[in-house]
């Protein structure tokens, strides 16, 4: 590991005195010059494209005017995507002279690398991690349907017509409130100790709210495989310019909504997805708007219910429906009629999705029963029988 930081480095400044950064320039120069090294000549060559890498991300942010300092790996690791072999439950790594070590994978490893439609690209280890990355061809999923997927503070809601289903998070807001608390108890007035304490506590919060949108995230995809629908996500950039001081809204308020990590469960979503082919569609910031307060029935704008906080029903049509419902109704349509638009013509008339769009009376009944207790966690809430 000693060697290749070596090699690395000695690759790094070859490429910057002569001022290239291409992987076979940078090759045809540093190669013969690596020959002292007694390794294997495959670590030669990976070490060679790991500094053109590091050449390249340089002068990408050279370009880009952001101040850089000439680079220099300091941590001992190994690179390589070849000679390494797997045998039995380890992986074996030669180290030259026809010597070699193995290091033993555990069994959640194990169990991963045992799917065979995986192939292993290559391995990182360091002092005390070994890392290894692994690729899968993914076949785009041929989809039957379009759902929505509509974040809110303290739940995530996923579905369509067909079915709903709501996760609550109110879980996560109680950590934040419960974290702000911590590091506001903490008196001491030295501000150095105080961002530790507090980057500490942050990172714990960070991890605990993670965890539950791991779970989520990882339900919502296994459901959209299983039902085989692209999932719709809802384009709420600048939510946060919402909520900054000067707003009018409490101190207390701001702090909410601002520790309400919505761009990781779109981050989680879409590798998720992206694993297992699921199409994710972004709606655009004019698709977005509404789909909270507009009727997916006929339209209308929406009230808010009397007696049911968060309920909404149309003056026009008399549709009774919690809000997050409505929204994903709305966004599965609008995803719908995108998906539509997208298809060339002699498919649109053979059907399914352009006409899904109408609002078609049977729809209307289905919606009418979507309405379902609050409280009702974590479960199907409807399966309207069609
Ligand atoms: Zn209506």
């Known amino acids: 590991m000693e060697q290749f930081r070596l090699m690395i480095n000695e690759c790094i400044e070859i490429g910057m005195t002569s001022n290239i950064s291409s992987l076979k320039a940078l090759s045809m120069r540093a190669y013969h010059k690596l020959e002292p090294y007694n390794v294997p000549s495959y670590y030669k060559l990976c070490a060679i494209s790991r500094a053109a890498v590091i050449l390249t991300s340089r002068r990408k942010s050279l370009r880009r005017g952001m101040p850089t300092k000439s680079p220099y790996v300091m941590r001992r690791h190994l690179t390589s995507c070849y000679g390494f072999k797997f045998i ?3 992986i074996r790594i030669p ?32 002092n005390t991690h070994l890392s ?17 997927l509509d974040r809110n503070l303290r739940n995530i809601t996923y ?20 974290t702000s608390k911590i ?9 150095r100790i105080r961002k530790r304490i507090a980057s500490k ?34 384009d709420i950039r600048g939510i946060r310019k919402l909520y900054r001081k000067g707003n009018g809204q409490s101190h207390r308020y701001r702090g909410i909504m601002n520790a309400w990590s919505f761009c990781e469960v779109q981050r989680q979503i879409e590798y998720k997805a992206k694993w297992k082919g699921i199409p994710v569609m972004r709606l655009s910031k004019e698709e977005t708007m509404g789909t909270s307060t507009l009727c997916p029935i006929c339209g209308e704008r929406l009230l808010n219910g009397q007696y049911i906080s968060r309920q909404l029903w149309c003056p026009s049509c008399g549709m009774k429906a919690d809000r997050d419902i409505v929204a994903v109704l709305n966004q599965s349509h609008r995803g719908r009629v995108r998906f539509a638009r997208s298809l060339p013509c002699d498919d649109k008339a053979k059907g399914g999705a352009a006409e899904a769009m109408r609002g078609n009376p049977l729809r209307m009944e289905v919606i009418l029963r979507v309405d379902a207790p609050k409280s ?11």
């Open 88 to 90: 039995g439950n380890a």
């Open 95 to 126: 180290v030259g002279h026809r010597e070699f070590f193995e290091i033993e994978l555990n069994k959640h490893t194990q169990e991963i690398l045992s799917d065979p439609a995986l192939r292993v690209r290559s391995f990182t280890l360091t």
């Open 132 to 148: 290894i990355c692994y690729s899968k061809d993914v076949q785009e999923l041929e989809c039957a349907d379009i759902a929505g």
């Open 159 to 178: 579905g369509n017509d067909q079915h709903v289903v709501k996760y609550n998070l109110s879980e996560a807001v109680k950590i934040a409130r419960r």
């Open 183 to 191: 590091i506001a108890s903490f008196k001491r007035k030295d501000m």
């Open 201 to 234: 506590y942050g990172r714990r919060q960070r991890n605990r709210v993670n965890q539950l949108l791991h779970n989520t995230t990882k339900d919502i995809v296994e459901r959209a495989f299983a039902k085989r629908e692209a999932i719709v996500l809802e």
């Open 376 to 386: 009702s966690h974590d479960k199907d809430l409807t399966e309207p029988k069609l």
